[in-house]
Nanobody, 124 residues
């Protein structure tokens, strides 16, 4: 399985960017897809994640407090792709953003995959 991320760049504060991450390969079910980021000198942190529902649960999303109301995560199930719409960007959003996915290729496993990072730089 491979995750291909795209959409990073340089934007002024208050601007918007949209990140995309497409999963390809041997995929039975994508259990979870999301975005993490690592800012210079800081640890990697969760940005947003979307979890696929099961027979006993609904689809769900989770956001870091720092991005709530500004970022929106969404998925295209047919394309195995997750998007992160980032609005009202702040300089503190500057980081390398990483796509992550929890994927099963059989009913009995769940593997963790990471995409290559994409740089987001927000200038003040």
């Amino acid at each position: 399985v491979q995750l291909q991320a795209s959409g990073g760049g340089v934007v002024q504060a208050g601007g918007s960017l949209r990140l995309s991450c497409a999963a390809s390969g041997s995929i039975l079910r994508i259990n979870e897809m999301g975005w993490y980021r690592r800012a210079p000198g800081k640890q990697r942190e969760l940005v947003a994640v979307t979890t696929t529902g099961t027979m006993i649960s609904f689809d769900s999303t989770k956001y870091a407090d720092s991005v709530k109301g500004r970022f929106t995560i969404s998925r295209d199930f047919a394309k195995n792709t997750v998007y992160l719409q980032m609005n009202k960007l702040k300089p503190e959003d500057t980081a390398v953003y990483y796509c992550n996915a929890q994927i099963s290729d059989s009913p009995y496993n769940n593997y963790d995959y990471w995409g290559q990072g994409t740089q987001v730089t927000v200038s003040s």
